[in-house]
Structures are given as structure tokens and as C-alpha cells.
């Protein structure tokens, strides 16, 4: 045998979130059995939202492979604890319900256990503090916020760019957004956080 | 789309495709900082400074080339996502097949132009 499987392009079923345990329960039962991924993005920044992927695979023989994608969006909340929830498909697929403790851990989206799933369902991956959930867009990366970054120079020069043309990394917003705050002031909002965090060029605020 | 297109009927890796390390080929390199600021773990850094162009034809206007000074790798920090070999105009950056050996302390692993230019052939 040579060149290996083919993984034939993902058929696309995109469910309501009353719908997600169903569909993947009827994926099963047609004989995508095999579960490639269980992942979410934080689509902020372009819907309030995080979406939920679950990657089912379907072999046919060695060499070919099926593969369906079921995708819902469920609320994402300005804070970790406003996330929406979803129910598990833990009892359909047990390995299923470490992506859901993954998933609960890096973007505060719940799942709501059937009766007859594994425990696991409700628990987390790993004890973070309820204020951390790192993969939500709006999420800064404190420890970058302090260190030089190398990319702020021009090319050929050695030192950083004048500030009418000053770059920000990834990950680390204007300090007029995120800076010391006074405490009267309200928190900055998240669509705003999540457009400095893609870096580039900083917008001159106001 | 092909999982494992990468391995030949022998199921070997061709040595192209092996993400050993990341090469720079230096003289492509135009110092644009581009790979500096993709790179998602800051593990490249450079320097570099300008240099008027001296073989004019006269009467032309003045121009200047970036010359490069530094380029470093930190390949305690690098996790190898190819992003800086993906995005690189010039292809001065490619997927190397060789690993880059343990060494004593970590400061040895910044990987500077000698380092990451000679590994070729």
C-alpha cells in the first residue's frame, strides 16, 4: 500500500444546542464511531459565541475515511461564569468527556452530564481559578504585558518604531485599555480587548 | 487531503518533510521582521541596520538595502509550529531534518546566524 489514507472533506452539520446530543447520536449510529476531535473557538470579535466542533470519523476499509464535523454555538458571556452550557456527549462517546473537561477549563462553557454518563462530565481538567479560562479572546496574557517584545523594531533599525507607527504584540492590549483602571470605571468591553489582542498596527484610541 | 502523506511506502519520513530544526538561509533574508512578529512564542529576534546602495547608475536617486546584523533563535522557546518558515516572503527560513542537540545550559540554545546557517548540505 502506498499514499497512505484518504480523508475524504468534512460534511458540515451545523445544530441548534438542544439538537448537539442527537445529532452525534445519530452520526454514531450511521458508523462515524471514531471521534477525531472535540474542540471549541472563542468567536469574539465576530458573534458573541464559542463554537463547539466535534470531528467524527467513519472508516471505509484501510484507505478511505469519512469525516463529518458537528458544530453548535453556544453563548460565550462577557465573564468565564456567564458561558452557556451543552449538553455531554460523554455517555455516547467516554473519551469524549476529557475534551469537555478540557474545553469547561479553557473557555468556562459547562456540560451538563445525562444521567447515565461517565462522572467526569462536571468536573474539571485541572484546577484553575474560575477567572482564568486562557483560550477566551479576551483573556490577557498578563506575563507578555512585561516583557520586551522583538518584533517591536523596524526592519533596520535598532530600536523600537517611532509611536505614529508603533506595532503591539498578540496578546498584549494598549495600555489605554487595559491599564490600571480607576475603580469607578467600568471594565473595557470584551469586543474591544479582543481586537487589540490580534496585534498589528495600534489603533490610536480617541 | 491525505493523512501521513509524508511517508513513503517504506513508512520513512522523507528528510524534506522532517521538522528537525529551522534553517536560515541569510543572504535571502531582507531583515523585514516579519518572522519576529509572527512568531507566536517571541523565540526570533534580530537586528539590523540599513546601508546605502553604492553601485548607482548616476543621476539615480538614493536607495538603501537592510543588512542583517543578528538573528537568533531560542530554541528553548521555539515549539516548532512552522509559522516563521510559512510566512517568510523571501524563503530565507526552511524546515531543516537535523535536531538540535542537548546542550548544558540553557542559554546555549539561542541559536545565532552561524549556527543556523551552517547546517546546510
Known sequence: MSGGAVVLADTVHRV?????????????AEGYNFLH??????????????????????????????SVRVETLVARGDTPELAGRLPSVSDLLPGAGWYEREIHDFFGVGFDAPDTAAPQADLPL???????????????????????????????????APSRRRMSPAGVPDHDLWGHRAADEPPPPPDDIAAALAGGRMRRRR | MS?????????????????????????RCTSCMICVRECPTWCISLDSHTEALSDLPPGARERSRNVLDRFEIDWALCMYCGICVEQCPFDALEWAGSHVPAVGRLGDLVHGVDELDGRRG
Not at chain 1, 135 to 149: E, I, M, S, T, Y
Not at chain 2, 5 to 26: E, F, N, P
Open chain 1, 126 to 160: 485541572l484546577n484553575l481559578n474560575d477567572a482564568i479560562r486562557p483560550l477566551r479572546k479576551d483573556f490577557v496574557l498578563a506575563a507578555r504585558v512585561a516583557a520586551p517584545w522583538p518584533g517591536a523594531k523596524e526592519p533596520g533599525e535598532d530600536a523600537a
Open chain 1, 16 to 28: 441548534a444546542t438542544t439538537e448537539w446530543h442527537e445529532r452525534v447520536a445519530d452520526l454514531l
Open chain 2, 3 to 27: 493523512i501521513h502523506a509524508d511517508l513513503d511506502s517504506t513508512g520513512t519520513r522523507d528528510a524534506a518533510t522532517l521538522h528537525g530544526s529551522i534553517r536560515l538561509i541569510a543572504e
Open chain 1, 37 to 66: 476531535s472535540l474542540g471549541a473557538v472563542d468567536e469574539l470579535g465576530r458573534q458573541p459565541v464559542i463554537r463547539i466542533i466535534c470531528r467524527l470519523w467513519r472508516f471505509g476499509g484501510v484507505t478511505r475515511v469519512e
